[in-house]
């Protein structure tokens, strides 16, 4: 009888155990031990004044960004979730498409590594970006990207207010002027988020 329960308790232990193997959680911290040998020859810090190679992805801080944003009149930042397949979330083309339509540079940046196959699989012809995890001193999700998010937009961020700030961030050099949930249909008649 005890030999029984022994049995089946360590069969349920095994089970457990496996399926515990079997699953992988992303999200919770920026993943990058997650990333394969290939995606890692790919990933590299930004530096200013460097060449950036379409398809590689650049760790980069909301301070480089405006340094890079201030170059151009009219910048779009989109900040996502890789493998997002919420209604919000499109393809790679369709922020380029809608940037180059609009006249603005784009910046497409990763929130994390988890899923950046699902990104990367697009073959998008630009560069990409991740936050800088390491620059904000953690590597948890929710605080770095709330820490790059207000130091984007020069507001001190909550997590609710980040949740419900959207993705798109459109400025005019460095200058924030509105975030946006989804890409707006008409220019001419967008209502956004004055969260400034």
């Known amino acids: 009888m005890q030999t029984n329960l022994l049995i089946k308790s360590g069969l349920f232990l095994l089970s457990f155990l496996i399926m515990q193997s079997c699953i992988t959680i992303t999200g919770v911290t920026d993943d990058y ?3 394969t040998e290939n995606q890692k020859k790919i990933i590299h810090y ?5 060449d950036l190679v379409d398809g590689n992805i650049y760790r980069i801080n909301a ?3 405006k340094n890079e944003m201030a170059k ?3 910048s779009l930042v989109y900040v996502f979730t890789n493998g997002c397949t919420a209604s919000n979330c499109f393809p790679m083309r369709t922020y380029i498409d809608y940037a180059e339509k609009h006249d603005y540079k784009l910046f497409i940046v990763m929130n994390g590594f988890g899923n950046v196959k699902e990104t990367l699989v697009q073959y998008a012809p630009i560069p990409y970006y991740v ?4 620059y904000y001193g953690t590597n948890k999700r929710e605080k770095y990207e709330v820490k790059f998010l207000s130091e984007l937009i020069n507001k001190e961020l909550t997590r609710k207010e980040k949740q419900e700030l959207g993705t798109l961030f459109i400025f005019e050099g460095e200058k924030f002027i509105r975030a946006e949930r989804i890409l707006p249909e008409d ?3 967008i209502k956004f ?3 400034k």
């Open 131 to 134: 936050i800088n995890s390491e």
């Open 187 to 189: 220019e001419s008649v």
């Open 46 to 50: 930004f530096e200013e004044d460097v």
């Open 33 to 35: 031990n997650k990333t």
């Open 193 to 195: 988020n004055t969260l």
């Open 72 to 74: 151009y009149p009219k």
């Open 63 to 65: 301070m480089q960004l």
